[in-house]
């Protein structure tokens, strides 16, 4: 059974920035695309970045040129750096595998706000 452990949200203002980190467990971790997912309230979970096994990534465009996805296959943790943070930014973060396993971790509340 695979684990997701989300850390790092907290309350930041408008143009700061956060660093969460998702440690999983699991052998297949390497082989697999990666992603960080958000749900803000009232609305569905959307996919934000991926990163592929051998480390391609890709963005939404409310998030291009703004959050940085990386990975480290040894240690299994995928890592989402968010700069210039806009209060559309609030949600609760989450990890997952791209498509996405059926479990989920407890995700991490990232709060934009002054």
């Known amino acids: 059974q695979v684990q997701l452990v989300e850390s790092g949200g907290g309350l930041v203002q408008p143009g700061g920035s956060l660093r969460l980190s998702c440690a999983t467990s699991?052998?297949?971790?390497?082989?697999?695309?990666m992603g960080w997912y958000r749900q803000a309230p009232g609305k569905q979970r959307e996919l934000v970045a991926g990163i592929t096994s051998d480390g391609r990534t890709n963005y939404a465009d409310s998030v291009k040129g703004r959050f940085t996805i990386s990975r480290d296959n040894a240690k299994s943790t995928v890592s989402l750096q968010m700069n210039s943070l806009k209060p559309e930014d609030t949600a609760v973060y989450y990890c997952n595998a791209v498509p996405p396993w059926n479990v989920w971790g407890q995700g991490t509340q990232v709060t934009v706000s002054s």
């Open positions: 699991g052998s297949i971790f390497s082989f697999k695309a």
